[in-house]
């Protein structure tokens, strides 16, 4: 066998070799094209979780503000702070909006828990006791309690919206004057409050 001449076997050598450094070079190149691909991927997810958490610094100061602001409110005026409490409660409990409920109790006692009117209805939502008292099994002793007025006041709100099969209107005017219709504007000044535009009734 013929060995090829040293000059052949120099240059297939520098012939691998510039092979070798060739892949290398590619290698390198795919490596760094990578590194770009990756480092902007980690700018993209940095940037973003910068957002985010400029959003939930703001997020936060907003549930700070609400909390001093719900703070003081419950401080300055504890016994209102006590009604719409018990109004959200137990309006999202009968399925009825807050906000209605609101109006019905601006109108029929201001908020005062202590009213009585001519006919014998009592407390926030002036509920009639001569005429719920068997109906409703009412307790008189608690009939001035805000949980337990309220609590019957939409119990019946309720029963005269299932009668007119939810027209808000028909059911307010029953609440107000049951069968005799003597109010006739009763329902005319609960909607005229702010509580019940808030309500976005139709």
């Known amino acids: ?18 092979g070798i450094f060739l892949v290398c070079a590619i290698v390198l190149s ?20 910068a957002h985010k958490l400029g959003s939930h610094r703001k997020a936060i100061e907003k549930t700070d503000f609400y909390r001093f602001q719900d703070k003081i409110y419950r401080l300055q005026m504890p016994e209102f702070a006590k009604i719409t409490n018990s109004v959200f409660s ?3 409990k009968h399925g009825l909006n807050p906000y209605l409920t ?41 009939l001035f309690q805000v949980d337990y007025n309220i609590e019957l006041g939409l119990t019946i709100l309720k029963g005269y919206l ?17 069968y ?3 109010n006739t504007n009763y329902h005319e000044k609960v909607i005229a409050t702010n509580f019940y535009k808030q309500a976005n009734i139709s």
């Open 162 to 178: 299932r009668e007119t099969r939810g027209d808000v209107i028909k059911a307010l005017i029953l609440y107000n004057n049951g």
């Open 30 to 49: 795919a490596k760094q094209s990578e590194n770009k691909k990756t480092i902007l991927s980690l700018q993209k997810t940095v940037d973003s979780l």
């Open 90 to 92: 137990l309006s999202r």
């Open 102 to 142: 609101m109006a019905i109790i601006y109108v029929e006692s201001h908020f005062d828990r202590h009213a009585v009117s001519k006919v014998g209805a009592c407390g926030l939502m002036q509920v009639n006791y001569p005429v719920w008292k068997d109906e409703l099994n009412i307790d008189r002793r608690k």
């Open 1 to 18: 066998m013929i060995s090829p001449p040293k000059k052949h076997g120099i240059l297939l050598f520098f012939i691998g070799l510039s």
């Open 180 to 182: 005799k219709y003597t």
